[in-house]
T-cell receptor
Framework: NAGVTQTPKFQVLKTGQSMTLQCAQDMNHEYMSWYRQDPGMGLRLIHYSVGAGITDQGEVPNGYNVSRSTTEDFPLRLLSAAPSQTSVYFC?????????????FGSGTRLTVV | KNEVEQSPQNLTAQEGEFITINCSYSVGISALHWLQQHPGGGIVSLFMLSSGKKKHGRLIATINIQEKHSSLHITASHPRDSAVYICAAPSFGNEKLTFGTGTRLTIIP
């Protein structure tokens, strides 16, 4: 089925470990973004990309890296996991930004850092 | 940054009731998004609107650009409507969305 695929669904990391959250879409969407969702807070933008080779920081980028080598994939890398990065992470994509763009979200990754 | 506030935070209603969820934002925008987050955690985009009203089934979204206010209405509510409803508005251009904290809706049979 077409959509946004996120892997893994669940992950437990030890403090200091690194890992990559995968996000792939097959809708030829130009815009992709990563959010984290914490209790009592709205979704917050980590990083986003408006096309292959172009990335930019969102509201909470510290401790995370991204790259966009292809239109389809937008992985999120945790460089050295910290307990403060325990959260639910969502990847989203849209055809473009602007008035006509609706978002498609992945199913989320629940990350726990111990 | 666009400040986005939703009310109420929690809403419990009986099946069949008319539901209204409100969203206010601080900075003029080109379009506002309404999303639904299922109890299992998945997020679905419901509406994106820049003026007036949009309708999809029993869901109606309205926006008043001058008042910087939007509402999401659900007619003839049903237990399957139980979810968290989230509004989001662009900040710093259309590439960045600021999300409200959501309204948790519970419909009792």
């Amino acid at each position: 089925n077409a959509g946004v695929t996120q892997t893994p669904k669940f992950q437990v990391l030890k403090t200091g470990q690194s890992m990559t959250l995968q996000c792939a879409q097959d809708m030829n969407h130009e815009y992709m973004s990563w959010y984290r969702q914490d209790p009592g807070m709205g979704l917050r933008l980590i990083h986003y990309s408006v096309g292959a080779g172009i990335t930019d920081q969102g509201e909470v980028p510290n401790g995370y890296n991204v790259s966009r080598s292809t239109t389809e994939d937008f992985p999120l890398r945790l460089l050295s996991a910290a307990p403060s990065q325990t959260s639910v992470y969502f990847c989203a994509s849209s055809f473009t930004v602007g008035q006509a763009a609706g978002y498609t979200f992945g199913s989320g990754t629940r990350l726990t850092v111990v | 940054k666009n400040e986005v506030e939703q009310s109420p935070q929690n809403l419990t209603a009986q099946e069949g009731e008319f539901i209204t969820i409100n969203c206010s934002y601080s900075v003029g925008i080109s379009a506002l998004h309404w999303l639904q987050q299922h109890p299992g955690g998945g997020i679905v985009s419901l509406f994106m609107l820049s003026s007036g009203k949009k309708k999809h089934g029993r869901l109606i979204a309205t926006i008043n650009i001058q008042e910087k206010h939007s509402s999401l209405h659900i007619t003839a509510s049903h237990p399957r409507d139980s979810a968290v409803y989230i509004c989001a508005a662009p900040s710093f251009g259309n590439e960045k969305l600021t999300f409200g904290t959501g309204t948790r809706l519970t419909i009792i049979p």
